[in-house]
């Protein structure tokens, strides 16, 4: 999406420029080919029986690789331009501005496994997607499941489920909005404009907190397991309260920042691709947070259950000697 925006951008300065030239350029007396630009080169007035050759279009991603290159047309004896064979459009040969055949091949091989991934993960995705939507059913169905510990599992059921839905989403918009192909040079233009990327960045956005929930949650459980080993006496509504601000609350701190930091410094595409690492580490910071967080207390709580085995094994090595 990227090079294709930037690539229109350098097409449009490029047809700008050609109007300019044609504006202000001379007319040639007689009979000539006329001035033109075909939406693919900026072509002079022509002499009549000439082969008319211009440099490759400077807005085309490998041109560094076609420097040198040529585009052709002809202009006949009655001064006007060569046409296709059954066909109105003129005659035109950009065989020295194509890009390589191998890297076509190459680019071609890499959207094949790009496909082939996606289909991979959209499967586990919706597989999983299905089996929490089940697992939550029958702990909200059964009342005797209903407790503390059920719940922060049901949070973190939900999480999961709401993490497939919006990668899900989020495919979904982007194909909608990348498969659409423009039928002119002005559609082209306001390809991408905002009002275009408003649904695809606001599923991005929402995959993106779905995201951070999800690893909250599992910070959750780690803390709340951790909690029941350390502490004899606790309130359990509060520790709801808390955990639940934890989960769904903390991921909108560091999601609005980054937001803003988007729409600021990055307003491009869906907001997919990340240009400045430091905007994406306004997401990345508090996850690799959570998990090492997460892996401190996962050590503690082996530490503590491997302790308390030990101690058992002494009560009943010392009950066995009596």
Not at 76 to 84: C, K, M, N, P, Y
Not at 238 to 263: D, E
Request: aromatic letters at 14%; a positive charge.
């Amino acid at each position: 999406a990227s090079l294709l925006q930037d690539t229109l951008h350098r097409w449009s300065s490029y047809a700008t420029e050609c109007k300019q030239l044609h504006d202000s350029e001379p007319f040639l007396s007689g009979v000539y080919c006329n001035r033109t630009f075909d939406h693919y080169a900026c072509w002079p007035d022509s002499l009549p029986d000439t082969k008319v050759a211009i440099p490759c279009p400077s807005y085309l991603p490998w041109i560094d690789k076609v420097e040198g290159g040529y585009v052709y047309r002809y202009c006949t004896r009655d001064g006007t331009w060569l046409t296709q064979d059954n066909v109105t459009a003129a005659w035109r040969d950009h065989s020295e501005c194509l890009d390589d055949e191998n890297n076509i091949s190459t680019e071609g091989k890499e959207m094949y496994l790009l496909h082939a991934l996606r289909l991979v993960y959209t499967t586990g995705y919706s597989v999983s997607l299905a089996s929490l939507v089940v697992a939550m059913g029958i702990l909200i169905m059964f009342r005797r499941l209903h407790c503390t510990r059920n719940y922060i599992h049901m949070n973190l059921f939900a999480s999961f489920i709401l993490r497939a839905i919006s990668v899900l989403l989020k495919d979904a918009a982007l194909t909608h909005n990348y498969t659409k192909r423009p039928q002119n040079a002005s559609d082209w233009l306001g390809y991408f404009g905002y009002e275009g990327y408003t649904g695809c960045r606001a599923t991005h956005v929402f995959m993106q907190y779905c995201i951070g929930a999800n690893y909250f949650w599992l910070l959750v459980e780690g803390s709340y397991l951790h909690t029941l080993l350390t502490m004899c006496v606790f309130t359990k509504k509060k520790l709801i309260a808390f955990y639940v601000l934890l989960g769904w609350g903390t991921p909108i701190m560091f999601i609005i920042p980054w937001m803003v930091s988007k729409l600021i410094y990055e307003n491009q595409g869906c907001w997919g691709i990340n240009t400045w690492m430091g905007i994406w580490w306004l997401i990345r910071g508090p996850i690799l947070f959570s998990i090492v967080v997460n892996c401190i207390l996962f050590v503690k709580i082996i530490k503590i259950l491997l302790s308390k085995l030990k101690a058992q094994q002494s009560k009943f090595s010392n009950y066995k000697s009596r």
